[in-house]
C-alpha cells in the first residue's frame, strides 16, 4: 500500500500527497522499530560487556572465551522465542540487553573459580570449579526465574511473554554455562599468562581487608 501510495506522489508531483494509518499501519511501524532498537540496543550491550571482560582479563582470547557459552544461550533464546511467540514486541524487546547483563555472571564466576583452582593444581580443576560455583549459580538462577515467572501474573500480555521468555532464556544461558564452558575451558587450553585475577579490583580487595567494620 505504501509502494502505491508513493508511486502515486510521484506521479502526482508536489501537487498530492498522502499517507498510511490505522492499525496495520501502526503495527508495522512498531515492528519495524522494534527491529531496528532491539538491534542496536543489543550490540551496545554486547560492546560494553565485552569491554569490561577484556579490560579485567587483559586477554583477547579469555575474553572470547568467557563470552562464549552467553551468546550460545542468547542464540538458544532467541530460536526458543521465534518458535514460541513468533516475534519480539515493545517489552520483550528488552529482553536482550537484560540477558547479557545478568548473564554475563555465571561464566565469570565459572572462569574466576577455575582460575584460582588451576593455579594451585591444574588437575582437575575444572571439575572443582563446577562444584564449587555450580549450586550457587543454580540457586541464582531459581532466584530470577522465579522473578521473571512473577510476570505472568499481570494482565498485559506483552509481559506476560517477557516473563516467559527472560525466565526460559535465563534457564539456557545457564545450561550452556554448566555443560558447554566446562568442555570450552578443557580445549582451550588456557595459558598461564591468561589465569591473572584482574588488577583493577586490587584496591577494593584492600579495602575489604583493612575495614572489615566498616565494609
Request: charged share 15%; proline share 3%.
Given at each position: 500500500?505504501?509502494?502505491?501510495?508513493?508511486?502515486?506522489?510521484?506521479?502526482?508531483?508536489?501537487?498530492?500527497?498522502?499517507?498510511?494509518?490505522?492499525?496495520?499501519?501502526?503495527?508495522?511501524?512498531?515492528?519495524?522499530?522494534?527491529?531496528?532498537?532491539t538491534?542496536?540496543?543489543?550490540?551496545?550491550?554486547?560492546?560494553?560487556?565485552?569491554?569490561?571482560?577484556?579490560?579485567?582479563?587483559?586477554?583477547?582470547?579469555?575474553?572470547a572465551?568467557?563470552?562464549?557459552?552467553?551468546?550460545?544461550?542468547?542464540?538458544?533464546?532467541?530460536?526458543?522465542?521465534?518458535?514460541?511467540?513468533?516475534?519480539?514486541?515493545?517489552?520483550?524487546?528488552?529482553?536482550?540487553?537484560?540477558?547479557?547483563?545478568?548473564?554475563?555472571?555465571?561464566?565469570?564466576?565459572?572462569?574466576?573459580?577455575?582460575?584460582?583452582?588451576?593455579?594451585?593444581?591444574?588437575?582437575?580443576?575444572?571439575e572443582?570449579?563446577?562444584?564449587?560455583?555450580?549450586?550457587?549459580?543454580?540457586?541464582?538462577?531459581?532466584?530470577?526465574?522465579?522473578?521473571?515467572?512473577?510476570?505472568?501474573m499481570?494482565?498485559?500480555?506483552?509481559?506476560?511473554?517477557?516473563?516467559?521468555?527472560?525466565?526460559?532464556?535465563?534457564?539456557?544461558?545457564?545450561?550452556?554455562?554448566?555443560?558447554?564452558?566446562?568442555?570450552?575451558?578443557?580445549?582451550?587450553?588456557?595459558?598461564?599468562?591468561?589465569?591473572?585475577?584482574?588488577?583493577?579490583?586490587?584496591?577494593?580487595?584492600?579495602?575489604?581487608?583493612?575495614?572489615?567494620?566498616g565494609?
Amino acid at each position: 500500500v505504501r509502494a502505491a501510495v508513493k508511486r502515486a506522489e510521484i506521479a502526482r508531483g508536489a501537487s498530492i500527497r498522502a499517507g498510511v494509518t490505522g492499525i496495520p499501519a501502526t503495527v508495522i511501524d512498531e515492528l519495524d522499530a522494534i527491529a531496528s532498537d532491539t538491534v542496536v540496543t543489543t550490540f551496545l550491550s554486547f560492546v560494553f560487556v565485552a569491554i569490561l571482560l577484556f579490560v579485567a582479563c587483559r586477554n583477547l582470547r579469555t575474553t572470547a572465551l568467557v563470552l562464549s557459552p552467553l551468546v550460545i544461550g542468547i542464540a538458544l533464546s532467541v530460536g526458543f522465542i521465534m518458535v514460541a511467540v513468533g516475534h519480539f514486541n515493545l517489552i520483550t524487546s528488552t529482553f536482550m540487553s537484560t540477558a547479557l547483563g545478568l548473564g554475563i555472571d555465571y561464566a565469570i564466576h565459572m572462569y574466576m573459580n577455575y582460575v584460582d583452582e588451576a593455579r594451585v593444581r591444574p588437575e582437575g580443576a575444572i571439575e572443582k570449579a563446577v562444584g564449587r560455583v555450580g549450586p550457587g549459580i543454580l540457586t541464582t538462577l531459581l532466584a530470577t526465574v522465579a522473578s521473571f515467572l512473577c510476570l505472568l501474573m499481570v494482565e498485559l500480555r506483552a509481559f506476560q511473554e517477557l516473563g516467559y521468555i527472560a525466565a526460559v532464556g535465563m534457564v539456557l544461558i545457564v545450561v550452556a554455562t554448566l555443560f558447554l564452558f566446562p568442555k570450552m575451558l578443557v580445549f582451550a587450553h588456557v595459558s598461564r599468562k591468561a589465569m591473572v585475577a584482574p588488577r583493577w579490583t586490587a584496591w577494593l580487595e584492600r579495602l575489604i581487608i583493612r575495614t572489615p567494620r566498616g565494609v
